[in-house]
C-alpha cells in the first residue's frame, strides 16, 4: 500500500522546475501575459488512482498556476496521513490543439514533506488527448515513472475518461484507469484497476461533486480498507 513507504523532506528539484518553465515560457513567447489561477478544496477522502492516501480521513487541498503561451507551471498540495504530513506537487505542462483535439505533455514532481527518511519522492512524465463532441467529453492519459513511489521501479498509469454535460452546470464524469508497478511488493499493492463515476455541479467558481471511486484490489492486498470502493464528497472554489 502507498502509505506504507518512507517519508522524505521536500526537494529542490521541483522549484527548479518551475524556474525552466519560467525561462522557456518567457525566450519563446516574449509578448504574451502572463495568467495566473489558484483553487482550494475540500475532500471528504484524498484518493490518488483509487488508493485512500488520508487513511479515510478529510483532506484540503489548494493550488496555484501560472501559465503563458501554452506553458503552464503549477504548484498543489494536500495534507496526508500516516507516511507524511503534505504531499506538494509540482507541475511543469505544455498543452496545445490540433484541429479539434486537445493535448497535453508534461511532467511532476511529487515531493512529501514530514520526515526526513529518503526513498519516497519521484517524478512522473504524461501525455494526455482530449476531445469534445457535442455535450461529450472523452480522454485518454498516459503516465510513466522511471523509479515510481518509495523506490519500486518503473510504473505505468493509464485511463480513458468520458464526461456528459447533462446541463451547463451539471456533468457526469466517469473514468478507467490501470496501474502497473515493476517492484509491486515494494509499493504494497499488486497492479490493479481503478474506476470511477459521479456527479458534479458548478453553480458559478464553486463545484460540488459526489463520485464513487473502487478498485479491484482486495482487503487482505491492500492490508486494510484504503482501497475498497467509496463515495467522496468534495466542495472545490477556483480563481
Known amino acids: 500500500m502507498r502509505h506504507y513507504a518512507p517519508p522524505r523532506r521536500i526537494s529542490r528539484y521541483g522549484i527548479a522546475a518551475l524556474a525552466i518553465f519560467g525561462s522557456l515560457a518567457g525566450t ?82 511529487y515531493a512529501y514533506a514530514g520526515s526526513g527518511t529518503d526513498g519516497l519522492d519521484y517524478v512522473e512524465g504524461y501525455a494526455t488527448w482530449g476531445r469534445s463532441f457535442g455535450d461529450w467529453s472523452l480522454g485518454l492519459a498516459g503516465y510513466y515513472s522511471p523509479d515510481f513511489f518509495g523506490g519500486s521501479g518503473n510504473a505505468t498509469y493509464s485511463q480513458a475518461s468520458a464526461s456528459f454535460a447533462a446541463t451547463e452546470k451539471v456533468s457526469i464524469n466517469s473514468y478507467y484507469g490501470y496501474q502497473y508497478v515493476e517492484e509491486s511488493g515494494v509499493y504494497g499493492v499488486p497492479d490493479y484497476s481503478v474506476w470511477s463515476i459521479g456527479v458534479s455541479y458548478t453553480p458559478d467558481i464553486v463545484t460540488f461533486a459526489l463520485d464513487y471511486v473502487d478498485t479491484d484490489i482486495s482487503d487482505t492486498e491492500c492490508g486494510g480498507n484504503s482501497c475498497d470502493g467509496s463515495l467522496i464528497a468534495s466542495v472545490s472554489v477556483s480563481f
Open 28 to 109: 519563446s513567447h516574449a509578448q504574451d501575459p502572463w495568467a495566473f489561477s489558484g483553487g482550494a478544496a475540500v475532500v471528504s477522502d484524498y484518493r490518488f488512482r483509487g488508493l485512500s492516501q488520508t487513511m479515510r480521513d478529510p483532506a484540503v487541498q489548494a493550488s496555484i498556476s501560472a501559465a503563458r503561451g501554452g506553458f503552464t507551471g503549477s504548484i498543489w498540495a494536500s495534507n496526508v496521513e500516516g507516511f507524511a504530513d503534505a504531499e506538494i506537487d509540482f507541475v511543469l505542462d505544455y498543452g496545445f490543439s490540433h484541429g479539434d483535439n486537445n493535448f497535453n505533455v508534461g511532467g511532476i514532481y
